[in-house]
């Protein structure tokens, strides 16, 4: 997976120089502060395309730049706010491995755990994500018991229950109306050892999951 983003960003980047005018020279060997800049100008134009190039510059040219920690953050949360999760959790994953400690690891997590939740689109399909983040979120709950992101992550947890638990409501009930008791019965079992039961839930309108950071 970040093998496939590592070769995604670099896509942007070699598309982003095709894209220039033939008589603009391509940029290089510029300052740590001036890719900074350049990440930071697009963020604020709403051009995630060009802050992400830019990042791939400022990463070749000044890999070991005190501004690289600050640069991952800035896409990590652009791309939050742009709900470009996959993205949101590369930067994340980054900025962990180089910069992760006692003291900022704790709001990582969370923010990944965060990330991995609202990327959560459809759950037919995101069904394994839905039990890794399930995974996660207990996980985060046991490493950072006095966390103060333990509501929200709580919060998101009986978020994710829910959802697995209408996604296998909803498959028996289609076993249900094709005849298949069986098959039927197999996913109304998984629920019994669930944390909520079907009086907790209000069904929503907009999807199963919602949005709780709204």
């Known amino acids: ?54 990042y791939i510059s400022l990463k070749s040219e000044h ?12 896409l990590a949360v652009a791309h939050m706010d742009n709900e470009e999760y996959l993205l949101a959790g590369y930067y994340l994953d980054e900025y962990n491995k180089r910069f992760g400690g006692e003291k900022n690891r704790e709001y990582i997590e969370y923010m990944k755990l965060k990330a991995a939740f609202l990327g959560i689109k459809d759950v037919y399909k995101d069904q394994k994500l839905i039990m890794d983040s399930i995974k996660g979120a207990g996980s985060y ?4 018991p006095g966390s103060t992101y333990t509501p929200l992550v709580k919060t998101i947890l009986v978020r994710l229950h829910m959802a697995q638990y209408l996604l296998n409501e909803n498959i028996a009930a289609l076993y249900d109306r094709t005849g298949k008791p069986e098959a ?31």
Do not use: H
């Open 1 to 54: 997976m970040k093998k496939s983003i590592l070769i995604a960003l670099a896509l942007v980047f070699v598309f982003a120089g095709c894209s220039k005018d033939d008589d603009e020279v391509a940029e290089f060997n510029k300052p740590a502060l001036y890719w900074y800049q350049k990440i930071g100008d697009s963020i604020a134009s709403g051009n995630m395309d060009k802050a992400d190039a830019y």
């Open 63 to 74: 890999m070991r730049s005190p501004l690289m920690q600050t640069a991952m953050m800035m």
């Open 141 to 144: 709950l046991l490493r950072y």
């Open 184 to 214: 039927a019965k197999i996913y109304r079992e998984k629920n019994k050892g669930s944390v909520v039961e079907m009086a907790d839930i209000t069904p929503p309108e907009k999807g199963i999951i919602g949005k709780i950071f709204d």
